[in-house]
T-cell receptor
């Protein structure tokens, strides 16, 4: 498809269950980001991939959160032993180029294309 | 204190009004400033971005940045019901990490 695709759109999990959220970025996009958006809040950065390399995972809230992008395309965000505070919308975004201020390319990296998100509810 | 502060609203205006949305920030390292629009149950979409202090205009939208005051604004002229959405300011530093404000919910009533 033409845009960033995320699945599932909605997921209800019982506390303690593991969940996996999938992101299919725009074809050819080098950068991929995961954000967490709580109700009524702005997106909060979780992790960043440049191709298959996870360059920044400083936003992951605990070691229960794990993300991968093994072939530099599709990414999966996995949450183990879900807790109620994990309830949120998980947004994936992709960008054409790698993040860098060199040569003014930052102008392109600023445009992130977001998916519609995966809404996780933990009961 | 959050790095980027934004009044959550909701802001309710009549159709045709001029809307002013604002954010303040504390991190001087921010170099690029964006405004995203997010419709209900959708992902954010980029509206405008600016680099330097001053104004940038695009149709009915004007983005304004005042780096000395660490204050940015988005103005919407002749607001339409279709402008009803949550508006998120976002800022980018050299590390390429976008930091978002909490969003302002705007409702334009016909």
């Amino acid at each position: 498809g033409a845009g960033v695709s995320q699945s599932p759109r909605y997921k209800v999990a019982k506390r303690g269950q593991d969940v996996a959220l999938r992101c299919d970025p725009i074809s050819g996009h080098v950068s991929l980001f995961w954000y967490q958006q709580a109700l009524g809040q702005g997106p909060e950065f979780l992790t960043y991939f440049q191709n298959e390399a996870q360059l920044d995972k400083s936003g992951l809230p605990s070691d229960r959160f794990f993300a991968e992008r093994p072939e530099g395309s599709v990414s999966t965000l996995k949450i183990q032993r879900t807790q109620q505070e994990d309830s949120a919308v998980y947004l994936c975004a992709s960008s054409l180029v790698a993040g860098s201020l060199a040569g003014g390319r930052i102008a392109n990296t600023g445009e992130l294309f977001f998916g519609e998100g995966s809404r996780l509810t933990v009961l | 204190q959050k790095e980027v502060e934004q009044d959550p609203g909701p802001l309710s205006v009549p159709e045709g009004a001029i809307v002013s949305l604002n954010c303040t920030y504390s991190n001087s390292a921010f170099q690029y400033f964006m405004w995203y629009r997010q419709y209900s149950r959708k992902g954010p979409e980029l509206l405008m971005y600016t680099y330097s202090s001053g104004n940038k205009e695009d149709g009915r939208f004007t983005a304004q940045v005042d780096k000395s005051s660490k204050y940015i604004s988005l103005f919407i002229r002749d607001s339409q019901p279709s402008d009803s959405a949550t508006y998120l300011c976002a800022m980018l530093n050299a590390g390429n990490m976008l930091t978002f404000g909490g969003g302002t919910r705007l409702m334009v009533k016909p």
